[in-house]
């Protein structure tokens, strides 16, 4: 029997039957791995067990040590809760249940009935009902694709027909369900991988069912979408649902209307933020360090307008690429856009003068708003909108320049982060394969260049081969929450694109006029998706120098009232964000209700405050009472914990 050639990742080679299976090659290394075994990757493609192999194919074999695998048991998961699904309502019609970030979804056009969470044991029961039968995944190649759009359509199959035509071109695949002895009882249009059967499907739990409209568009028909995710082990999922629990009290969109915080309202449309007072307040503090820091980096701090000409964009390449998320205003006679980027205004104010290798490097920073259409399914409180402020700036250097720029913003993320207590993890994206601007020689510069700062800064950081952008390499910092969930944050990429594009010049020191290469560069990244992050990460008890109101003076009666209102106005003179709680409640309804608020400090005043010319000092979060303290003292205290940002705590 002829015989194939495959290689294992530590490049040694292993002879294999031909036509032999992942699984088969699984086997041939170790019982054991066979027996552990969940998915494979051949040629760095994630696939199923049953998958057969080729010649000098390159195989990793997966288990429950491999994150990647995980994707695989969800992706199988959500078929089970699909066939579920359709037997206890048989006329429920599938869309599309993919694996996501944590979990999994699938949606369901169930006519006559809405689903319930009350719902969810029911569908679960039915799970483990089918997982105990421990049914076979098989996967067919459609020989004759039509034929089955026309079973699907007869089926009322309608959204799978649909998938099914879009990819007729593409080797179309079939996943089933079958019992042991070989029996049929369910499928899907499906491109997989998944499991060889649903003996590792160990630990799943249903999360919350939302409506979604068929592929993101109001237009289409609303359908039901069950949320839900799949762990390795019972440990693990319990771990996560924890950690979930935590989120939901944390959630910044529930904490937004708790604090007084924001809102987004009907009649200005989804995803446009209304700043309350309360937030208002925090994102100033954040303005001001902003623009400090960038005056004392060497920035300059520009202006520029939310609309420009269409002309712009074509130049910039945003009309050939990034058209259906522009928006487009007339007034009848031009046609204007919103701007969705701030980086072609900084283009022209470069090319407004003539420029020298001495201005370089030029450093350009903006608090920007942009806006872009997203799709309202993808629309989320104040982390996915469609008017933003970006913290914008773009730095015009030389290729030499580069890894020294870099160095900078690494240290201006780093700094800035630790002052909120956020840790980060940083990834590097290199070039694509296809589908880039510049030449290899300077991408091999500018990568060089960011290894070179990231080394020089000592940071360990993952390669994300080939997903840089098409016009340069970037890094990302991985912001980490106080419950260790990742946000996407700080980000600094070069451009060989805009520059050329734009016809960006520099005389050099030889006299040749050079083009500059430009780095994009956030630190925030947005303010509002900032915003968002700091609210959960500290469960909206925002540290004593961003929050809304600093310090609450609470007389216990009527006859504290004189005493409370000077103290009040001293605070208030020194620049400390205070409040006089004067209402006839009792003293523990509002220290309660300050602590409800979140407010940093109380100061409580009586008779013996009075008497001995002090105050007696509460912390909120947990820290009760802090003793009693002349007054001078705790503004004194409070001041320093304002100006070094929470570096020093009062007591």
Not at 77 to 100: D, R, T
């Amino acid at each position: 029997m002829a015989q194939i050639e495959i290689f294992l990742p530590d490049n040694s080679k292993l002879k294999l039957k031909e036509n032999s299976t992942a699984y088969e090659a699984a086997l041939a290394i170790s019982e054991g791995l066979a027996k552990n075994a969940l998915a494979a990757k051949i040629n760095g493609k994630l696939s199923s067990l049953t998958d057969k192999l080729q010649n000098n194919d390159k195989i990793e074999i997966l288990t429950d040590k491999n994150p990647e695998a995980l994707d695989v048991v969800r992706h199988s998961c959500s078929h089970i809760m699909a066939q579920a699904v359709q037997n206890l309502y048989p006329q429920a019609k599938l869309a599309i249940g993919p694996a996501i970030e944590n979990g999994f979804y699938y949606d369901f056009d169930i006519e006559g009935i809405t689903l319930k969470e009350e719902d969810f044991e029911k569908i679960e029961s039915k799970m483990k009902e089918l997982i105990s039968q421990n049914l076979v995944f098989e996967k067919h190649i459609l020989e004759n694709p039509k034929q089955k759009i026309e079973e699907f359509q007869k089926e009322g199959e309608i959204y799978k027909a649909e998938l099914l035509l879009e990819h007729i071109n593409d080797n179309p695949t079939l996943y089933c369900t079958k019992t042991q002895d070989g029996k049929e009882l369910w499928n899907d249009f499906c491109c997989g991988p998944h499991l060889m059967n649903t003996k590792p499907i160990k630990a799943f739990k249903l999360l919350s069912v939302a409506g979604a409209y068929w592929r993101g568009s109001e237009k289409n028909k609303m359908l039901q979408r069950i949320y839900a995710t799949a762990f390795f082990n019972k440990q693990d999922l319990e771990t996560y649902l924890k950690q979930l629990e935590e989120a939901q009290k944390r959630d910044h969109r529930k904490l937004g209307t708790e604090l007084d915080l924001f809102s987004i309202q009907n009649d200005v449309g989804s995803g446009l933020v209304l700043w309350h007072p309360n937030l208002a307040i925090v994102r100033e503090e954040i303005e001001n360090y902003w623009r400090t820091e960038h005056r004392k980096r060497d920035y300059v701090i520009v202006n520029t307008p939310h609309i420009a000409k269409p002309d712009l964009w074509e130049i910039s390449g945003h009309m050939g690429h990034y058209k259906e998320n522009m928006f487009t205003v007339s007034n009848g006679e031009e046609d204007f856009i919103l701007k969705p980027m701030n980086c072609p205004f900084h283009m022209l104010i470069y090319k407004s003068e003539r420029r020298s290798y001495r201005n370089l490097p030029l450093r350009m920073a903006e608090l920007g708003t942009v806006y872009r259409n997203e799709r309202s399914g993808a629309l989320s409180g104040m982390t996915r909108v469609r008017g933003f402020t970006q913290d914008d700036a773009h730095i015009f250097c030389t290729i030499e320049q580069i890894t020294d720029e870099v160095i900078n913003v690494i240290d201006f993320v780093d700094d800035t982060l630790k002052m909120f207590n956020i840790s980060y993890e940083v990834e590097l994206s290199t070039r694509p394969e296809e589908n880039f601007v510049g030449s290899l020689e300077n991408w091999e510069k500018a990568e060089a260049g960011l290894v070179a700062a990231l080394n020089k800064k000592g940071l360990k950081y993952d390669i994300n081969a080939g997903d840089g952008a098409f016009y340069g390499p970037k890094i990302d910092f991985k912001l980490k929450d106080a419950i260790g969930r990742t946000w996407q944050g700080a980000t600094v990429q070069l451009d060989f694109n805009l520059p050329e594009r734009f016809e960006l010049k520099y005389q050099d020191k030889d006299g040749e006029l050079k083009t500059p290469v430009m780095l994009h560069r956030v630190i925030f990244g947005s303010m509002e998706r900032f915003a968002g992050l700091l609210i959960e990460h500290y469960t909206g008890a925002f540290p004593t120098w961003l929050a809304p109101v600093q310090v609450e003076v609470i007389p216990i009666a009527d006859r504290h009232i004189d005493y409370s209102e000077k103290i009040y106005k001293k605070l208030r003179q020194l620049g400390i964000r205070v409040k006089l709680d004067d209402r006839s409640e009792s003293m523990n309804y509002k220290i309660r209700e300050a602590q409800n608020k979140k407010v940093p400090y109380m100061l409580v005043v009586g008779d013996k405050e009075i008497a001995n010319n002090t105050v007696a000092v509460r912390g909120s979060s947990g820290r009760g009472q802090l003793g009693e303290m002349n007054i001078d003292q705790f503004a004194q205290e409070i001041l320093k914990e304002i100006q070094t940002k929470g570096q020093e705590n009062v007591n």
